[in-house]
């Protein structure tokens, strides 16, 4: 099958297309060639070129795809990260090297006031911090966030096979 690597206007990877969706995309004005590189399709006429990377011409607001929330998707969106304090793992405290055990899972709204395991609710935070917030939350512990934790947005892309040479470019491989 000869697939089309779709961007969105801001030039990010959103999608692996059919030719078919692609001449269609191309019809209708709705994308732009990003390269120079192309596939040959027969019609019943006459053979058509279809670059392998299109360009949306205006941008799609893509949804969050396939988030579940877990423990380990908390720290990981938040990359080992303290929410209060801002230390990280692999960083020196008190002589000694933090690593990814030294952080926890803290409620900014206490389980035992209702809290729920959500994205919203949960952040990565030092067992320092953690302790000293204890069963309260972060306004009444007098402890301030440096950022809100929201649902992170999944955008991966799986592409397999032989991956064109223009492609290379905009994916992250």
Same mark, same amino acid.
Request: charged share 25%; proline share 6%; with cysteine.
């Given at each position: 099958?000869?697939?089309?690597?779709?961007?969105?206007?801001?030039?990010?990877?959103?999608?692996?297309?059919?030719?078919?969706?692609?001449?269609?995309?191309? /019809?209708?004005?709705?994308?732009?060639?990003?390269?120079?590189?192309?596939?040959?399709? #027969?019609?019943?006429?006459?053979?058509?070129?279809?670059?392998?990377?299109?360009?949306?011409?205006?941008?799609?607001?893509?949804?969050?795809?396939?988030?579940?929330?877990?423990?380990? /998707?908390?720290?990981?969106?938040?990359?080992?990260?303290?929410?209060?304090?801002?230390?990280?793992?692999?960083?020196?405290?008190?002589? #000694?090297?933090? #690593?990814?055990?030294?952080?926890?899972?803290?409620?900014?709204?206490?389980?035992?006031?209702?809290?729920?395991?959500?994205?919203?609710?949960?952040?990565?935070?030092?067992?320092?911090?953690?302790?000293?917030?204890?069963?309260? #939350? !972060?306004?009444?512990?007098?402890?301030?966030?440096?950022?809100?934790?929201?649902? !992170?947005?999944?955008?991966?892309?799986?592409?397999?096979?032989?991956?064109?040479?223009?492609?290379?470019?905009?994916?992250?491989?």
């Amino acid at each position: 099958m000869v697939a089309v690597l779709l961007l969105n206007a801001s030039y990010e990877p959103l999608a692996v297309i059919p030719k078919q969706r692609a001449m269609s995309l191309l /019809a209708r004005g709705r994308v732009e060639a990003v390269t120079d590189e192309t596939h040959k399709v #027969t019609g019943a006429s006459r053979i058509f070129s279809v670059p392998t990377v299109l360009r949306l011409r205006r941008y799609v607001n893509v949804p969050m795809r396939g988030a579940r929330w877990s423990r380990r /998707a908390v720290f990981h969106r938040d990359s080992y990260r303290c929410i209060f304090c801002g230390v990280r793992a692999g960083d020196k405290r008190k002589g #000694t090297i933090l #690593t990814r055990q030294d952080f926890t899972l803290d409620h900014l709204i206490p389980r035992s006031r209702g809290g729920k395991n959500s994205w919203g609710n949960t952040a990565c935070a030092c067992a320092p911090c953690n302790q000293r917030k204890g069963d309260r #939350t !972060p306004d009444e512990a007098g402890m301030t966030l440096l950022w809100e934790p929201k649902i !992170p947005r999944v955008d991966y892309l799986v592409a397999s096979g032989q991956i064109p040479e223009a492609w290379k470019f905009y994916l992250p491989i």
